[in-house]
């Protein structure tokens, strides 16, 4: 074998194993190890693009392979709609959602923001969010229930979220509650 001939089996030697190492998700990969970031006034809904900290009710954002920012949803609702695409299940490795027992259901804010995927959902109550009817989010299933109590509505878990449900959630629901939460 010449030098040539072991030079170049050596720089795809070299290029195997870059890509295999691209391939595996690490610490290196920026979409991995990510903590919350903070809703800032200017973000937008990545799927609607409304103004996210001017709307009631709780946000998501979403950590993507390849990607250090985090894209951010006014709504759950939003944040489904997107996270339950094929192309982007495979992509996602970090979800967060607002705590709402800690959080202010007008004003959310930055804090509160828990694992998605650990959280527990409501589903069916009356309370709007961004784009009217949302999933109201939860760090402990108590909270949860405790909610369900107050104001109606089903308990979830991620994996039990889907796009035919997210399509269900009654856009022309109106209650007392709703107005008191939209002033």
Request: proline share 5%; aromatic share 8%; hydrophobic share 40%.
């Amino acid at each position: 074998m010449t030098h040539a001939h072991r030079l170049l089996l050596l720089t795809l030697l070299l290029g195997w194993l870059s890509m295999i190492a691209g391939c595996n998700d690490n610490a290196a990969n920026p979409g991995q190890n990510r903590e919350p970031v903070a809703m800032n006034h200017g973000d937008e809904c990545h799927v609607c693009g409304m103004l996210i900290v001017n709307y009631p009710g709780p946000k998501g954002e979403t950590f993507e392979r390849g990607h250090s920012t985090p894209r951010k949803f006014c709504s759950t609702r939003d944040m489904f709609a997107y996270l339950l695409q094929p192309e982007t299940a495979a992509i996602v490795r970090k979800i967060y959602v607002h705590d709402m027992a800690n959080a202010d259901w007008h004003k959310p804010g930055d804090i509160a923001l828990v694992d998605g995927r650990m959280a527990w959902y409501v589903a069916g109550h009356p309370l709007r969010g961004a784009m009217g009817p949302t999933l109201a989010t939860f760090a402990q299933q108590q909270a949860a229930e405790a909610f369900i109590k107050q104001y109606g509505g089903r308990l979830l878990r991620y994996e039990d979220i889907s796009l035919e449900l997210i399509s269900e959630l009654d856009y022309g629901q109106k209650t007392e509650a709703n107005k008191n939460v939209a002033e």
